[in-house]
């Protein structure tokens, strides 16, 4: 069992920045593949960024290319979500995900294990 803790979430004003952590137990992140979601009210929820358990390439959605960075450090078995130039339509709540041996590909129903999410609010 893996357990994941989101952390980070706030309001923001347009043009600014958040970091994300996500926080797990009860196993190594190494093995896993680790992915971020986010869902706005009465939306689906949607793929950010996700990433093989054995690669560090990470594969970013359209919507955050080039302002959204993930980054892992499996020595504190944390990974991280830097947004920068953020947006209204960036207004969701962010979710972390793991699925081991994984290929952190973009599809929801692969990820095991979620977080409750930290909501992230930007104003225009």
């Known amino acids: 069992q893996v357990q994941l803790v989101e952390s980070g979430g706030g309001l923001v004003q347009a043009g600014g920045s958040l970091r994300l952590s996500c926080v797990a137990s009860?196993?190594?992140?190494?093995?896993?593949?680790m992915g971020w979601f986010r869902q706005a009210p009465g939306k689906e929820r949607e793929f950010v960024v996700g990433v093989s358990w054995n690669d560090n390439r990470a594969n970013y959605a359209d919507s955050v290319k080039g302002r959204f960075t993930f980054s892992r450090d499996n020595t504190k078995n944390t990974m991280y979500l830097q947004m920068n130039s953020l947006n209204p339509e960036d207004t969701a709540a962010y979710y972390c995900?793991?699925?081991?041996w994984g290929s952190g590909g973009a599809v929801r129903d692969d990820y095991e294990y979620w977080g409750r999410g930290t909501q992230v609010t930007v104003s225009s």
């Open positions: 009860g196993r190594s992140l190494s093995t896993y593949a």
């Open positions: 995900a793991a699925d081991r």
